[in-house]
């Protein structure tokens, strides 16, 4: 017989003529370690689905590509940037925007907002219009507007062409106020829509461009910047240094993951605290496999002398704890993957917990978070069977 260590081993774990002190802490140590296994890959997995979620609610609404002024708000020579984003044959549609704050009233509520104004092309940038929950999209010849969710609940917004929202923005200068008119720009709109995206959405109203040049007195070819979409074809990165070499020091150009770089920042960090959190728990669990492992060495103290007498070797019957703990931790690794797995699936396909009223919690199913759990798990109990090891002498 080739192992003679993992034989041993393997008849301690599955063995019934042990104590019931024995098969009692095996238990425990087993279920421990499947339960941390099992709720360290569901967090994980949670997490990963969440962040694809978030990612593609940003992707309906932040473009590929953005130029903004590298000084200032307004871009300058907006024609001369227009013609270098024709020249570029990987961008296939663009859409100029203003994108201000603005103070909002409606009946006898009052909040501040951000008002994004856009062209008529804005469509074919992003796919906004998809996020709408209840009216529909805003016609680009009139003033009106769609309301983010929030908004619209704190706001009590209705979709009807009876009352108008009120959006106020302060006039620029030092000139001395007299009455409102003299400080503030203000006009109406009526609300056709509300959409729901996510939380960095929620106090955003989306207009025409007309309303926001309005508002701020600027002129129909005076816009803050352009959102961009591409074909596809080159990587964001690549169009991101091609436009800034064209177009020069007076630009800045971002690439979605540019924009949405705070978002995945807070995603990951929420992703490692929660990783070491139950890092932390399988840990804790790994002291019933130390108590397991201690309590085979007391319970076989008389096999072990008889295993030395016959001429093992004190480093083969450590390896046989060694393995037995290893046996224990894989087991329970496995069984908690498995049950975790059939969570997952039972979520995917039909949700019992939800993130909101009518967002289940996704889960997504990743190799990268198979391989995360089962380093952690056999690193841990290894270390763990490791060291209870060294307690034969």
């Not at 301690?12 to 019931?20: D, R, W």
């Not at 309303?211 to 070819?221: G, H």
């Not at 979520?347 to 199913?365: D, K, L, M, S």
């Amino acid at each position: 017989m080739k192992n003679i260590p993992f034989y041993i081993a393997k008849r301690y774990f599955f063995s019934k003529a042990n104590t019931n002190a024995v098969n009692i802490l095996t238990t425990i140590a087993v279920i421990a370690i499947m339960v941390a296994t099992a709720a360290l890959f569901v967090i994980l997995s949670v997490f990963t689905g969440l962040e694809k979620m978030n990612l593609r609610f940003y992707s309906d609404v932040n473009p590929e590509l953005k130029i903004s002024p590298a000084n200032g708000k307004i871009l300058p020579h907006l024609s001369d940037v227009e013609n270098t984003i024709k020249e570029n044959k990987n961008i296939v549609a663009y859409s100029k925007v203003i994108e201000e704050k603005v103070y909002v009233q409606y009946n006898s509520f009052e909040d501040i907002a951000y008002l994004k104004s856009v062209d008529q092309n804005f469509l074919k940038v992003t796919k906004v219009d998809t996020a709408i929950i209840a009216g529909k999209y805003f016609d680009y010849q009139s003033n009106e507007i769609i309301a983010s969710e929030g908004i619209g609940s704190r706001l009590q917004i209705f979709i009807n062409n009876q009352t108008p929202v009120r959006l106020i923005m302060p006039k620029p200068g030092t000139n001395l106020i007299k009455q409102e008119d003299d400080g503030f720009y203000s006009e109406d709109a009526f609300s056709t829509g509300i959409f729901y995206l996510n939380d960095q959405y929620d106090k955003y109203l989306f207009s025409p461009l007309p309303l926001a040049q309005k508002l701020l007195n600027l002129k129909s070819n005076e816009v803050y910047s352009i959102e961009l979409k591409t074909d596809g074809k080159k990587s964001f990165n690549q169009l991101k240094y091609e436009l800034s070499k064209n177009l020069g020091d007076q630009y800045h150009v971002e690439t979605r993951q540019d924009l949405d770089a705070a978002f995945l920042k807070v995603m990951n960090i929420e992703n490692l605290i929660s990783y070491m959190i139950f890092t932390l728990v399988i840990i804790i669990s790994c002291f019933n496999l130390a108590g397991t492992i201690i309590i085979i060495i007391i319970d076989k103290k008389a096999e072990i002398q008889t295993m030395y007498s016959f001429g093992m070797m004190r480093k083969s019957i450590r390896q046989i704890f060694f393995n037995t703990g290893m046996i224990i931790t894989t087991t329970a690794m496995v069984s908690g993957l498995i049950i975790a797995s059939i969570l997952g699936i039972i979520q995917t396909h039909f949700p019992f917990v939800y993130a909101g009223p009518a967002i289940a919690f996704p889960f997504e199913f990743t190799i990268s978070n198979y391989l995360v759990v089962i380093a952690t798990v056999l690193f841990t109990g290894g270390f763990v069977s490791w060291l209870m090891s060294r307690q034969v002498k």
